[in-house]
């Protein structure tokens, strides 16, 4: 999974949302982990969000709930956004998957 994200990072394939940024650095105890992380993080300009995009994910959080799926907001969002952007999720969190079954969201297969 590592190998697959440096690859997807060196061909200019990574984007990130602001709300992502937030949830990779929250938590962290550990000051000089979390100012190294901070740093690398500024390598990626967060992707503009619009009102629509907001919209967007209060829908797709209607459309899981309706089929049973629950999520947070900034899962909704970051389907949402990947969506209307036509861009593939990489994640390990399994709780995407599930989303796949109500949305039309393409998760990143390692080659």
């Known amino acids: 999974m590592t190998e697959a994200l440096r690859d997807l990072i060196r ?3 990574a984007r ?3 709300p992502i940024r937030q949830e990779i650095l929250s938590g962290i105890r550990e000051p000089a982990q979390f100012a190294r992380l901070q740093q690398y993080l500024r390598a ?3 992707e503009p969000l619009e009102t629509e995009d907001f919209e967007r ?5 209607n459309q899981c ?3 049973g799926i ?3 907001g900034t899962d909704f969002l970051m389907c949402a956004v990947a969506i209307q952007r ?7 969190d399994n709780d995407f998957q599930a989303y796949t079954r109500a ?6 297969q390692p080659r």
Not at 86 to 92: H, N, P, S
Not at 103 to 108: C, D, G, I
């Open 11 to 13: 061909d200019d394939g």
């Open 16 to 18: 990130l949302i602001g």
């Open 44 to 46: 990626f300009e967060d």
């Open 57 to 61: 994910a209060a829908r797709c959080s």
């Open 65 to 67: 709930r309706a089929r």
């Open 70 to 72: 629950s999520g947070s």
């Open 86 to 92: 036509g861009w593939q999720v990489f994640t390990a």
């Open 103 to 108: 949305l039309a969201l393409v998760l990143f």
